[in-house]
C-alpha cells in the first residue's frame, strides 16, 4: 500500500508540473502575436506591401500576397526579393494589374528596384517614393498628374523610365543632384515646356528618350552630356540644333520645328570661329572619329598634323615682327607731337573709351536687327537677347550677360491673339495691370498680363528685361511658367502659360456649382504643391526669391486641381523702400505678416505667414478679410488663431462646403502647421521645407470621416489603431 500510495503521488505531482506548463505556453501564445505576421520581414515593409496590395485591389495575380499577414521573405511573395529582413525589389510588371501604386511607398527604406511597369495602374506617381532606388520603372500604365518633386532627392537613381503614360506639365527643374542616372525614359506622354536647366547636371547620362511629347524650346541644355542614344522626335522643339547633338551616334529628331537654315552669327565681343582643319574635325560624321585600325592611318593623321604646325609658327613670326614696327612707330609719332607743342596729348587711356563706344554702338545695331527680325509665332532663339547687370554693391563691379530665355512677341502679334485686348478675352486684373486671354493662330492658348505703366517704378526697359530674364528661369511644376515677353512702342507685356479652372479663391469663395467645391484631399494638394513652389523659390533659387504677394487669388487651378502659383519675380518690379507697395504688390489686406504693415520689411518669413492665411481659408473656407461678419470675426488670423489648438472649436470652424467629410485625425495636424506659419515673430516661422515635410506625413496618414448630425461639436476622432489609410492622394 504505501508503495502504490507513493507511485501515485509521483504520478500526480509529474501531471500538475505537465498540465502548469501547457498553462504557461498557452498564456504566452495568447499574448504574443503570431509569429507569422511579420516573421523574418521588417514590418514597415510588410506594411508597404500591403498598402500595394489593396491599392491594387487585391489582384488574383500576385501570388502569396495577403493583405493582412503574411512573411514576405520568408514565403517568396511574387516579384518581392529580400536581403535579409529587408525587401530590396519589386518587381511586378506585365501582370495586368489595375488600380493606384498606393501611399506608403516611401517606408521602403531598402528598396533599390521597383518595377511596377506594363500594367493599368491608373491616377497620379505618389509624391513621396522609396529615396534609395537605383532602378524605377512605371512605363506603360495609365498614370496621369505631374512629376513628383521627391524624385529629385532620389541621389542613387541610375534607371528612369516613366513612358507611354499621361504625365502632363512641366518636367520639373529636378535633376541636379542625380549625377549616376544613365538612362531617363518621359517619351510618350503630355510633358510641356521647355528641358529643364538642371539636365546640365546628369554628367553620366547616356541615353534620354523625349519624344511624342509638347515640348518646346532649344535643345542648348543637352549640349554637354555624355549621350549616345538621344530620341526628341514629335515635339514642338525650335531654333538650331546644336552640333554636338549631331554627333550622338543615335540621334532622332524629326517632327519638331527646328530651323533649317545657316546658325545665327556670334554676338559681340565673341572671339572669332575656329579654323577650318579643327572646325572640319568637330563637324565630321562620327564615321570619320572612329578608333583608327592598324592600316597606317593613324600614323598619316599625325604627319599631317605636324606639318599643319608650320604654318602658325610663321604666323606667329611675322605678327610679332609687325607688332614691333607698330611700337616704335607709335613712339616716333608721340616725340613729334611733343616737339611740336600743340594739339590734344593722345593718351593711350582714350583708346578703350573709344572702342566702348564702337562696341555699344555695335550693341544698338544688333538689337535692332534683333527686334526687326522677330516673327510673331516663330521668333529666333532667345540666347541671342543677352541683358546686361552689374555685380557689386553702387554699381561696382563687373558686367555680366544673361540670356532671356523667355519668346520674345511683337505687340501686333498679342493684339491679334487677344482681339486688341478686348472685354472678352479679360480673365482678371492684378496689381499690376489686366490679364488677357490669348488665342494663337497655331491652336495655343496663353494667359497675357498687359502691365499698366503707371504702377512701375522702373519703366526703363533694360530693368524690365532683367526682370524678364529672371522669371523667365524660374522652372517648377507648381509654378505658372514664363512663356515670352514683349517690350515694344513703349508696351510691358508678359505672356504666361494658360491654367483654365480659375484661381484657389474663386473656387472656395464665388463657386455656385456644388460639382466643384474642393474635397478635403484636394484642399491638401493644394496646399503641398503650393508649399512646395515657395520651397522652390526660397531654397532652391539663388539668390532666393521672395514672392511678395502670396495669396488664394494667385494660386491658380488646372484641370486635375492641381496648383500653379502665379505672379512669382514680379516683385522686382517695385522697390521695397515705396512703402505704396502695400496697396500694390502686398495689397490684399489679411494677407500681410505683421512687420510688413509695422516696418516695410518683408522677406521670405513674411511670404511663410501669407502661407498660413491661405491654409486657413482652405480649413475655413473664409476670406482673410470679410467686413459682412461681426466685427470679432472680420480678421480671419485673429479669429481662428485662438482656437487652433481647441478640439471642439476647431470643429466648428471647417468649411460647411465639406459636408462633414474631413480627416478625422488630419485635421488638427493641419491646424498646428498653420499655427506655426501666422505666428507674430519671423524668427519662429519654420522654412517652408519644414511646412512641405509637414505635410507629406499628413498625406500620408490621412484619413475621412463622417461627421455626426447628432453631435452638435460633430467630430468622431479615431485612434490611431483604429485609423484608416486614405488612399485617395
Not at 500576385?62 to 529582413?85: A, Q, R
Amino acid at each position: 500500500m504505501a508503495v502504490n500510495g507513493a507511485l501515485s503521488f509521483s504520478c500526480s505531482h509529474s501531471h500538475s508540473r505537465f498540465f502548469f506548463a501547457l498553462l504557461v505556453l498557452f498564456s504566452f501564445s495568447a499574448i504574443l502575436p503570431p509569429l507569422s505576421v511579420y516573421g523574418a520581414t521588417d514590418p514597415s515593409d510588410v506594411q508597404g506591401l500591403q498598402v500595394i496590395y489593396n491599392s491594387l485591389n487585391g489582384p488574383s495575380q500576385l501570388t502569396g500576397w495577403t493583405n493582412s499577414s503574411g512573411d514576405p521573405c520568408g514565403e517568396s511573395w511574387k516579384g518581392v526579393t529580400c536581403e535579409g529582413s529587408a525587401v530590396v525589389s519589386i518587381q511586378i510588371s506585365g501582370l495586368g494589374l489595375n488600380g493606384t501604386m498606393g501611399y506608403l511607398l516611401s517606408n521602403f527604406l531598402s528598396l533599390r528596384t521597383l518595377d511596377m511597369s506594363d500594367n493599368n495602374i491608373h491616377d497620379t506617381i505618389p509624391y513621396q517614393l522609396p529615396p534609395n532606388l537605383t532602378n524605377l520603372n512605371l512605363a506603360s500604365n495609365n498614370l496621369t498628374g505631374s512629376f513628383p518633386y521627391s524624385i529629385s532627392t532620389m541621389v542613387s537613381l541610375n534607371y528612369l523610365n516613366v513612358s507611354h503614360n499621361s504625365i502632363s506639365q512641366s518636367i520639373g527643374d529636378i535633376f541636379a543632384k542625380l549625377a549616376g542616372l544613365t538612362i531617363l525614359d518621359l517619351s510618350v506622354n503630355n510633358f510641356t515646356g521647355d528641358l529643364p536647366n538642371s539636365f546640365t547636371s546628369l554628367s553620366n547620362l547616356s541615353t534620354l528618350y523625349l519624344q511624342n511629347n509638347q515640348l518646346t524650346g532649344p535643345l542648348s541644355v543637352l549640349t554637354g552630356l555624355p549621350l549616345t542614344d538621344l530620341n526628341v522626335a514629335n515635339n514642338n522643339f525650335s531654333g538650331w540644333i546644336p552640333s554636338e547633338l549631331r554627333s550622338i551616334r543615335k540621334f532622332i529628331y524629326d517632327g519638331n520645328s527646328f530651323d533649317n537654315g545657316p546658325a545665327p552669327p556670334p554676338p559681340p565681343y565673341t572671339p572669332p570661329p575656329p579654323s577650318r582643319s579643327r572646325s572640319n574635325r568637330t563637324h565630321s560624321p562620327p564615321e570619320a572619329r572612329t578608333p583608327s585600325s592598324s592600316d597606317g592611318q593613324s600614323s598619316n593623321s599625325d604627319n599631317g598634323n605636324k606639318g599643319l604646325a608650320i604654318g602658325p609658327i610663321i604666323g606667329i613670326v611675322l605678327g610679332s615682327l609687325l607688332v614691333l614696327v607698330a611700337l616704335i612707330a607709335l613712339v616716333f609719332c608721340v616725340r613729334k607731337a611733343k616737339k611740336k607743342g600743340t594739339g590734344a596729348r593722345p593718351s593711350v587711356g582714350s583708346v578703350p573709351v573709344v572702342t566702348e563706344k564702337v562696341n555699344t554702338e555695335t550693341m544698338q545695331e544688333q538689337r535692332t536687327k534683333f527686334t526687326a527680325t522677330v516673327t510673331d509665332l516663330k521668333p529666333p532663339p532667345a540666347e541671342n537677347l543677352m541683358v546686361e547687370r552689374v555685380q557689386g554693391k553702387n554699381g561696382s563691379g563687373k558686367r555680366v550677360k544673361s540670356p532671356i530665355t523667355a519668346t520674345s512677341y511683337t505687340v501686333a502679334s498679342l493684339q491679334t491673339a487677344t482681339n486688341s485686348f478686348s472685354q472678352e478675352f479679360l480673365i482678371g486684373e492684378g496689381s499690376l495691370g489686366r490679364v488677357y486671354r490669348a488665342d494663337f493662330p497655331n491652336g495655343k492658348t496663353m494667359a497675357i498680363k498687359k502691365i499698366d505703366n503707371a504702377a512701375l517704378s522702373l519703366q526703363e526697359e533694360d530693368n524690365f528685361l532683367e526682370a524678364v530674364s529672371n522669371m523667365s528661369r524660374l522652372r517648377h511644376q507648381n509654378i505658372v511658367t514664363l512663356v515670352g515677353y514683349c517690350a515694344e512702342h513703349g508696351q510691358r507685356l508678359l505672356v504666361y502659360e494658360y491654367i483654365g479652372n480659375g484661381s484657389l479663391h474663386d473656387m472656395l469663395h464665388f463657386t455656385d456649382d456644388s460639382g466643384k467645391t474642393l474635397t478635403w484631399n484636394a484642399r491638401v494638394r493644394v496646399a503641398l504643391g503650393t508649399a512646395r513652389a515657395l520651397e522652390y523659390l526660397h531654397e532652391v533659387c539663388l539668390p532666393s526669391t521672395v514672392h511678395r504677394n502670396f495669396k488664394s487669388a494667385n494660386i491658380l487651378l488646372d484641370e486635375e486641381l492641381n496648383p500653379h502659383l502665379s505672379d512669382c519675380g514680379l516683385a522686382a518690379l517695385t522697390p521695397n523702400t515705396e512703402r505704396q507697395v502695400s496697396t500694390q504688390m502686398v495689397g490684399s489686406f489679411g494677407y500681410s505678416a505683421p512687420e510688413f504693415a509695422l516696418s516695410g520689411i518683408y522677406t521670405v518669413k513674411s511670404d511663410v505667414y501669407s502661407f498660413g492665411v491661405v491654409m486657413l481659408e482652405l480649413l475655413t473656407g473664409r476670406k482673410p478679410l470679410d467686413s459682412s461678419r461681426v466685427r470679432s470675426e472680420q480678421s480671419l488670423v485673429r479669429w481662428a488663431t485662438p482656437q487652433l489648438h481647441d478640439i471642439d472649436a476647431l470643429a466648428k470652424m471647417v468649411d460647411p462646403s465639406l459636408n462633414g467629410m474631413y480627416p478625422a485625425k488630419s485635421l488638427s495636424r493641419f491646424a498646428d502647421i498653420i499655427a506655426l506659419c501666422v505666428q507674430p515673430e519671423p524668427e519662429f516661422r519654420p522654412p517652408m521645407s519644414e511646412v512641405v515635410q509637414a505635410l507629406v506625413r499628413l498625406v500620408q496618414r490621412a484619413s475621412v470621416v463622417k461627421r455626426r448630425s447628432s453631435d452638435e461639436s460633430g467630430f468622431v476622432y479615431k485612434t490611431p489603431e483604429h485609423e484608416a489609410i486614405d488612399m485617395s492622394f
